[in-house]
């Protein structure tokens, strides 16, 4: 696993992944991821049908809670199950380990994330690291954000 410091926007990657909670409200036919913060705000900004999209997913059996491609070149990659609860660890573990499959399978040669559940998932990246450290190898690179601006 690489790290780096910028924009995840800006990377140059195939895929670029969006950390999420599995929470999602409506019914059949209407469901609404909640991406409210962070990496999933940004990207729900960028892609207005996004929370529809992943709403839908999570509301099915089969997809749920699980890492998946998605459109836009994006991947979701849960990290908790409420928007209100903080980022669990088993939870992120889980989803590298899927994360590492998909690539796999679809045979991406570099992809990005932001630190998983690190910020508003309440986590320390001194905790989170060394879950990654050892599943994801060199086709994935965490970003810590630095925005463009100079302050």
């Not at 089969?62 to 209100?84: C, H, M, N, Q, W």
């Not at 994360?99 to 690190?118: E, I, S």
Request: net charge neutral; charged share 25%; aromatic share 8%.
């Amino acid at each position: 696993m690489h790290e780096a410091t910028g924009n995840i926007w800006d990377a140059k990657a195939e895929r670029t992944v969006i950390t999420i909670s599995a929470e999602y409200s409506g019914g059949p036919g209407s469901e609404r991821a909640f991406l409210v913060s962070g990496i999933a705000a940004q990207a729900a900004r960028r892609y207005p049908s996004l929370e529809e999209i992943i709403g839908t997913l999570l509301s099915l059996p089969t997809v749920g809670e699980r890492v998946t491609a998605i459109p836009y070149d994006l991947i979701y990659f849960p990290v908790k199950s409420k928007e209100r609860d903080n980022a669990n660890l088993s939870r992120i573990e889980l989803s590298a380990l899927e994360l590492v499959a998909l690539t796999d399978k679809r045979d991406w040669a570099k992809v990005v994330l932001p630190r998983p559940g690190v910020g508003r998932g309440g986590l320390l990246w001194e905790s989170v690291r060394p879950i990654l450290a050892k599943i994801l190898d060199d086709r994935f690179t965490c970003m810590t954000y630095q925005s463009k601006e100079i302050t």
